[in-house]
């Protein structure tokens, strides 16, 4: 019915950068909140950054000055820019998007960035 789907995950290098990207899609769908979550492993799934309807942006102090959360509401898709990015940084990036219509959260599967030092 409502598919979320994260792309842009990967192996780099520390001090390197990656965009991750996560589309919403099916019928009808009224995005408001966009977010990433990260879990590495063995440790508790933590918000990354999130973005309201309005626009208005919310970052973890570890990752402020760093990421950047954006969203296209055209395309139900947010975006996720990770500069200077640290091997602490390594985890499975999950997306999250709030769909009015429907009161709901939908969740993607995650995809992996894993930062080599």
């Known amino acids: 019915q409502v598919h979320v789907v994260e792309s842009g995950g990967g192996l780099v290098q520390a001090g390197g950068s990656l965009r991750l990207s996560c589309a919403a899609s099916?019928?009808?769908?009224?995005?408001?909140?966009m977010a990433w979550y990260r879990q590495a492993p063995g440790k508790q799934r933590e918000l990354v950054a999130s973005?309201?309807?309005?626009?208005?942006?919310n970052y973890a102090e570890s990752v402020t000055g760093r990421f950047t959360i954006s969203r296209d509401n055209a395309r139900n898709t947010v975006y996720l820019q990770m500069n200077s990015l640290k091997p602490e940084d390594t985890a499975n990036y999950l997306c999250?998007?709030?769909?009015?219509?429907?009161?709901?959260?939908?969740w993607g599967k995650g995809t992996l960035v894993t930062v080599s030092s």
């Open positions: 999250k998007q709030y769909d009015i219509l429907r009161r709901q959260d939908y």
């Open positions: 973005i309201s309807s309005g626009g208005n942006t």
């Open positions: 099916g019928i009808t769908l009224r995005i408001s909140t």
